[in-house]
């Protein structure tokens, strides 16, 4: 089975792969790491600004995916992939792994949005 991993930053410039997937039927698991930011750039900005003496309080602009959130699950299922989440409980991950595990195993894609702490 494949699974993958990606971050939501990344994720964001391309999410229309996910029809690729429902069109060919292809049987993938995807898990969305979600921590509603592009965070390598947050921390670049955060780090950039200590080093200039400017304050990390604007770090946030255009770094972060909030106000709103994106609804990854929702986007999935927009383009007949099963989506699942936010999931920020972590006791709530087993039985949403093995019903996206199952999905997969039917043979359709399948994208688990799982929220994650930024650091």
Same mark, same amino acid.
């Given at each position: ?39 390598? &750039? ?17 770090? *946030? ?9 994106? *609804? ?11 989506? &699942? ?35």
């Amino acid at each position: 089975m494949t699974v993958a991993i990606g971050g939501d930053g990344d994720f964001m410039f391309v999410p229309s792969t996910l029809w690729t997937a429902a069109h060919h039927q292809i049987p993938l698991l995807y898990i969305v790491h979600n921590n509603r930011a592009y965070h390598q &750039e947050y921390m670049y900005l955060q780090a950039m600004a200590a080093r200039h003496g400017r304050g990390i309080t604007n770090a *946030d602009i255009g770094t972060t995916i909030k106000d709103p959130f994106v *609804d990854y699950a929702t986007l999935a299922k927009g383009f007949g992939v099963y989506g &699942e989440g936010p999931i920020s409980d972590p006791n709530a991950l087993a039985p949403v792994l093995k019903r996206a595990i199952a999905m997969v195993k039917s043979g359709q894609p399948a994208l688990l949005d799982v929220v994650m702490d930024q650091r």
